[in-house]
């Protein structure tokens, strides 16, 4: 069914469909495929003092891809499944658009990958490409589609956007903070989930806080210590630019987080959004310090958002003053992240699919979430939607608590070996992917790297989707 009529201008332009897809955790076999890593026991392997990652970074479980699974693959896997799952035609879709930073081709884009689903259907007809900029690419994969939907080329059909990443760093302090995992948007006219109008705002700037210059490595280039100051002042600034266009919108008279009823983040670590939540309201008292709400607050009269910049005092005190807020309106969207990791381009997203999951239909009508998305470089923007249908289905085809317990944990030593493994496998060729495929390593419907030919080509299988028996061995 196709979301809308190109004869007319599109109405409540928004999502129809999401999905998410992450590694699967298996049993602590050497040669175990999709899993994930539990953070309490990577301290351990890793020598660091007890809480290092779990408290003080906020981490959970880390999704995991060793060989047999690249963007590709994550990419074909959360497209068909969304597909699958809502009973779309490949015909009824008009632009697709990718979101990554995990590239293997500098010239063939994903998407044109994808189209291989599309054969079938016989349809060609579909805009859209690949779109980086580190975490921030799907943002801008959405904000093209939705230009797309409401502009005069829109001819009636859906806009598939599609964000994720494979997130893995070299040996040190931030292999924990990395991830993978990958979600999908079908966006068209009359959705359930509205994207507000105008309600977006934009921060770009040069930063060298994390980039990827060695194309023969999956690795970046990261100082720690600048990402996050750079994630906070582009946070700063898009959250009081967002508030300047609401006031501009709809006359509201000193909005303030509590204004808003929830909030998905880009998620680099977890307790990088709890310290985010605080200095939202550090903004809001800023802005009004003479509110009545921050008495208790006074001493930090007169400061500036930069001069700011790592003040542990400020930082404990609004942490503090926002925890029940924190609670209520951010750790709904937070489940994705907690076990997952970093998804960089499918961070936000996987929050969004959270959010659906956690949060009864009933309750989330007529509210707004506000979202915010950053990628190193940098590029941030805060926009918003409004839930105006039904989510039971959504979640339900999202099912994510049921499909995070399918996971089990392998062992941080195996964990090692398969960094080991992807570091020592980049950008070869000829090269035949080593790990099982099987229903204890793949979930059924995934797609998984066949070969890699002597001129980089890439094949890919697929396991069964109903995956009753184990496949046959290694390809």
């Known amino acids: 069914m196709l979301s809308g009529s190109p004869r007319q201008p599109a109405q409540n332009v928004g999502i129809h469909a999401i999905e998410i897809y992450f590694p699967k955790k298996l049993t602590a076999a050497l040669h175990s495929s999709l899993q994930y890593v539990d953070q309490s026991a990577l301290e351990k392997f890793d020598g660091v003092s007890e809480g290092k990652y779990t408290i003080g970074l906020g981490l959970g479980g880390m999704g995991v891809a060793d060989d047999r699974e690249d963007i590709q693959s994550l990419a074909l896997t959360v497209v068909q499944s969304l597909v699958e799952k809502y009973q779309i035609s490949y015909s009824d879709i008009g632009r697709l658009e990718v979101g990554t930073e995990t590239i293997i081709d500098k010239s063939k884009s994903v998407k044109s990958t994808l189209m291989q689903l599309f054969a079938e259907s016989g349809n060609t007809d579909v805009e859209g490409i690949d779109t980086t900029n580190a975490c921030y690419g799907g943002t801008n994969a959405l904000f093209n589609s939705i230009n797309w939907i409401e502009s005069s080329s829109w001819d009636g059909r859906y806009a598939l956007v599609v ?34 109008q105008g309600a977006r705002v934009t921060h770009m700037e040069h930063a060298y806080d994390f980039y990827k210059p060695d194309l023969h490595s999956e690795y970046p280039e990261v100082d720690g210590q600048l990402s996050n100051t750079c994630y906070i002042k582009a946070l700063d600034t898009v959250y009081n630019r967002y508030l300047d266009k609401i006031i501009k919108l709809e006359g509201t008279a000193n909005p303030t987080v509590d204004s808003f009823d929830y909030f998905c983040f880009h998620t680099p670590y977890s307790k990088l959004v709890q310290k985010s939540v605080g200095r939202l309201a550090f903004s809001d008292f800023l802005r009004n310090p003479d509110a009545e709400q921050y008495a208790a607050f006074q001493q930090f009269k007169g400061l500036d958002l930069p001069s700011t910049y790592g003040n542990r005092d400020v930082e404990k005190a609004f942490v503090a003053y926002t925890k029940n807020t924190y609670n209520t309106k951010v750790a709904p969207s937070s489940l994705a992240a907690k076990n997952l990791g970093n998804m960089y381009a499918g961070s936000v997203y996987g929050g969004l699919a959270s959010l659906i999951s956690e949060v009864p239909s009933e309750q989330l009508q007529n509210k707004r979430v506000v979202l915010f998305s950053y990628g190193s470089g940098l590029a941030a923007s805060m926009f918003s939607l409004t839930v105006r249908g039904p989510t039971d289905a959504l979640a339900r085809n999202i099912n994510l608590k049921a499909r995070l317990a399918q996971r089990t944990e392998i062992p941080p030593a195996e964990f090692d070996e398969i960094m080991n493994l992807r570091e020592k496998t980049h950008n070869v060729r000829d090269y035949n992917p080593v790990r099982p495929v099987d229903e204890r390593n793949l979930f059924p419907g995934t797609y998984y790297l066949e070969k890699v030919d002597e001129k980089f080509r890439r094949t890919y299988g697929r396991t069964p989707v109903d995956a009753p028996k184990a496949a046959n061995g290694t390809h």
């Open 163 to 196: 964000a994720g990443d494979i997130a893995v760093y070299k040996n040190g302090s931030a292999r924990p903070t990395g991830g993978a995992g990958i979600t999908a948007l079908l966006l068209g006219a009359n959705a359930p989930i509205v994207f507000d």
